[in-house]
Each structure stands twice: as C-alpha cells, then as structure tokens.
C-alpha cells in the first residue's frame, strides 16, 4: 500500500519504509539498545520482515557491538551509504549507526547540537535503506536535541511513526519515563507501549527470580497512564553474555561469516546471532511483546 507523503530528500529515501519504531528511554542504563535490538531480532524473525536499525546515540552508540558488526566499515555507493547487514547475504536487517564511522571503538564524539542534526539528517536522507518493513532508531535517553531533530526530519512521515518507552521498576527510572512520555504527547508521538526492563533476575542455576530491582512499577505507570503495557523483562545472563561478547569478523557486503570462519551450514544458518538469541529465555518473553506491537502500528 502506497501512502502519500509530502516531498523532502528524507521522505523521498524513506518513502518505501512502512513502520518508523522510535525506542526511548528517560534514563540511561534501562536496557533501551538491549530492547531495540531484541525488536530488530524478532521482527526479522517475523514474517520474513526487512528490517532497518538506526542508532542515533550518537556519543554512545551500542548497537554495533551488540549485532556483532563492531569493526565493520560503511562504503559509499551512487545512490548514497550502504547500511552494514548483520545477517550476511540475507540482506533483510540493515544497520547504520556512528560507531561505523570512528577509527577505533573507544573514540569520543564531541559535538554541539548542530553538527548532531546534521548526522542525523545524513543518516535519514543518505542512506540506502531500500525497501524495509520496519525502521528502529535507538535514541540516546532523554529528550534533548537529538529527539527534537529526529521528530523535525520525519515530520512529513508522521503517519507511519510510533514509539516504546522502556523503563526499569525504581521510582527514579520510572520518573524519568514519566518525562519521556511528556515528550511523545508535546510532539503528537503515538506511544505502542511500554516495557519494563529487569524485572528480577533469573538465576541460571535454578531459575529462581529476585526482584533485585523491585518490580511492577512499568505497569503500574501503564496503567495510570492508558499505556498498553508490553510486559515484563528479567535481566537474563544469557542474553547479556550475547550481546557484550558477539563479536564477527568485518564482513564486506554481502559476505556472511560465522564465528571461528566456519562457513554457514543448514545447522548453523546465515545469521548466527539470531539463531542463537532464539535459545535464551528472552526470546519466548520478546515474541510474546511483538505480537502485541504489530497489531498497533501504523502500517500492518
């Protein structure tokens, strides 16, 4: 289905995009990239979606080291910069972000507000994104400059756009979600839902769940709130170890590697990452909260 939108270089590059997912988070530490990659994952998982992941925490950005692309380069082609693929030669999870474009992992970025825009603009209106189902963008916490840009440059894309909040149980997180979903009414962002992130913690030895962090706040705030409330996340160790340690080979486009360079075989599949994500318990919990996002998005 074909949605008309106003004329701009971002409307015109993201015109064949149907659902702009925008993660928030009022506090830093929540879990918020955790949670964009994890919707990345089980809508590519979905429906042989295509999926884009867009990072715009631009002096923190997580998301490459968490799809194991850390190291990866962005080339630059005639119709503007290539998103780096973390499922190798399938092609349908796209992924751009600022950690693509410093010389080594631990670089700061140190720039004013202007120059921030300007990435973000660049990001929006010069890359190749093609044809996806779904575009995240993992924002930095808060609601600042970044924020402000994002919704400015996808204004004539309103229709398609909407949000989650992720949060964790403490009074404090939950403050600070309160402030993010101020931001999503002043800018007329539609809000799918909130999460609430380390909800207890799962033992591995014999999955015995404490509330280290208290729990129940997200859906409490729902609740008062007239939010859907997605559900609840554990912190769970596997999932952790998977996402701080994926790391891959640089791979060139439309290369697939597996780790130790085993080539991929009907056993291990093209995305590695993915299959293994599966077998922790947050994919059951995760799948569970897609089901409830889709219904709710713009475009279906």
């Known amino acids: 289905m074909t949605i008309p939108i106003f004329d701009s270089p971002i409307a015109r590059r993201l015109k064949d995009v149907k659902n702009i997912v925008i993660v928030l988070a009022g506090k830093g530490g929540v879990g918020k990239s955790s949670v964009s990659t994890q919707l990345a994952l089980t809508l590519h998982n979905t429906q042989n979606a295509r999926v884009g992941i867009l990072d715009i925490d631009l002096t923190g950005p997580s998301i490459p080291r968490m799809l194991g692309l850390d190291g990866s380069e962005v080339h630059q ?3 503007g910069w290539v998103p780096v693929y973390a499922d190798g030669t399938e092609r349908r999870l796209a992924c751009m972000s600022v950690g693509f474009l410093l010389k080594r992992r ?4 140190v720039w004013r507000g202007p120059k ?3 990435m973000i603009r660049q990001f929006l209106s010069d890359v190749r994104w093609g044809a996806l189902d779904y575009l995240i963008i993992d924002t930095p ?4 400059d970044e924020h402000l840009s994002l919704m400015e440059h996808l204004a004539p894309l309103h229709s398609r756009l909407s949000s989650i909040i992720v949060t964790t149980p403490q009074a404090v997180a939950l403050a600070d979600a309160m402030k993010c979903l101020s931001f999503t009414r002043n800018v007329n962002l539609p809000v ?10 799962v033992c591995p030895c014999c ?3 404490s509330n280290v962090f208290s729990t ?11 939010l859907r409330f997605l559900g609840a996340l554990p912190v769970d160790t596997e999932l952790v170890t998977l996402l701080d340690n994926e790391e891959t080979p640089a791979m060139d486009e439309g290369q697939s590697v597996v780790p130790d360079g085993v080539p991929p075989s009907p056993e291990t599949g093209q995305f590695p990452l993915l299959n293994r994500y599966k077998q922790t318990p947050s994919f059951t919990l995760f799948q569970a909260m897609v089901e409830k996002v889709l219904p709710a998005l713009p475009v279906s």
Request: charge should be negative; avoid cysteine.
């Open 77 to 79: 082609s005639a119709e």
């Open 106 to 109: 631990g670089d700061s970025v």
């Open 116 to 118: 921030k825009n300007a």
């Open 141 to 144: 916490p808060g609601t600042s």
């Open 192 to 201: 799918i839902g909130l999460i609430e992130n380390m909800s207890g913690y």
């Open 207 to 209: 999955g015995e769940i």
């Open 216 to 226: 129940g706040g997200g859906e409490a705030m729902a609740m008062r709130e007239n």
